[in-house]
Each structure stands twice: as structure tokens, then as C-alpha cells.
């Protein structure tokens, strides 16, 4: 449970996201688009209108719903310490396929970073005068934008520090921007979904 994030069951096998303040668009698409392409992700039923532009407005957020599919498991991150090496590795090899698939995913035309809408990506994190207001078309690009972002509030030393390992001529290939165990479902050591695509 997040914060101002309910969930619900009302049958068997769904599962009911409500938050407050939200706009579902990117979690929503985001998710149809890793379903169509066959990545373990649930598969939507229903969900509040969304905006199929891009950026997203935050003055228009208001109380919004996903019905989807209902992962079994629990998140890794409430079992990681309690699994044995061997699951672990088992769980590890699973999501490296998952993640050489996602990378397989390519999209129609020229590839950029960004939302899968093809506008910029959602960042809740950012402050929203900070959040990018176009799709980026290269690694050099996305890495100079978050250059000025984070010298407005951190040391020139550390933001090259971070940035520095960054590629700028890296390919561009789908991804999930929010991979931790919290979001990565499992039964025993086997992966059963990657849940929290809003990102």
C-alpha cells in the first residue's frame, strides 16, 4: 500500500487500484503496451478515462481507479531475506529473461526515451516545473537535461558522479522505470508478474 493507494478485490482474480490525486494514462498504457508484447504484466479490465497525450497534467488529477488482473505471489521484497541462494538464483536467471525481452521490444519508427505514448516521460518524482516536456531522442540528451535539473540543487562533483556512468550513445529499449523487488510478484522462486508500470 502507497500512500493515498487502496486496493480492493471485489471477485476472484481482480484486483482494484484507487488512488487519490492520479491520473492513470501512463500506468494504464504502459501496462496494455507490456501485456500486448507478452511480458508477465496483469491484464487491465477496466480503469478511469485517460488521456492518451502527453505530458500528463497534474491539475487534472483527481480520484482514479485500474481494475486489473490480480498477480498471485506476494512482492519479492517481503520474502527476499527469506528465500534459500538457489531461489534467488532461480528468480534471477526469470527476470534476466524478462529483461532481455523487454529489451527486444522495439517500437515503430525512430526509438525515443520517453513515455510509450511517444511524449515525455512521467516522472512523480520530479518537481513538475522540472519534468521534461518532450520525449528525448538520445541518451546524450536525456543525460544533459538531468545535468541542469540536478545542478540546481546538488554539487557539480556529485551530479558528474552520477551521470558520468551513463552512456550517451547507449540503444533505447523498453524498460520498466521502477524494477525493485517491491514490484516484482512470486510464488516460491518462481516469478509470477511485474506489477506498478505508472512510470
Not at 4 to 30: A, M, N, Q, W
Not at 54 to 67: D, G, L, T, V
Not at 160 to 187: K, Q, Y
Request: proline letters at 10%; glycine letters at 6%; hydrophobic letters at 35%.
Amino acid at each position: 500500500r502507497k500512500t493515498g493507494t487502496h486496493f480492493v478485490s471485489p471477485d476472484p482474480g481482480v484486483i482494484v487500484k484507487i488512488r487519490s490525486r492520479y491520473d492513470p494514462s501512463e500506468e494504464v498504457l504502459c501496462t496494455r503496451f507490456a501485456h500486448q508484447h507478452g511480458l508477465p504484466v496483469p491484464y487491465i479490465f477496466s480503469h478511469s478515462p485517460i488521456s492518451r497525450t502527453a505530458p500528463f497534467e497534474r491539475q487534472a488529477m483527481k480520484p482514479s481507479y485500474i481494475a486489473m488482473e490480480h498477480i498471485p505471489g506476494v512482492p519479492l521484497s517481503s520474502v527476499l531475506n527469506e528465500l534459500s541462494t538457489e531461489d534467488l538464483e532461480r528468480i534471477a536467471y526469470q527476470l534476466k529473461d524478462i529483461i532481455t525481452k523487454m529489451r527486444g521490444i522495439r517500437p515503430p519508427g525512430k526509438p525515443w526515451l520517453g513515455s510509450v505514448t511517444g511524449g515525455p516521460y512521467r516522472n512523480n518524482l520530479m518537481f513538475s516545473v522540472r519534468t521534461p516536456k518532450y520525449a528525448f531522442s538520445s541518451c546524450g540528451e536525456f543525460v544533459d537535461y538531468y545535468r541542469d535539473v540536478l545542478m540546481i540543487f546538488c554539487t557539480e562533483t556529485f551530479t558528474e558522479s552520477l551521470l558520468a556512468p551513463i552512456p550517451r550513445n547507449a540503444p533505447i529499449v523498453f524498460t520498466h522505470g521502477d524494477l525493485i523487488p517491491a514490484n516484482i510478484m512470486v510464488e516460491g522462486s518462481s516469478i509470477t508478474g511485474i506489477i506498478d508500470w505508472e512510470c
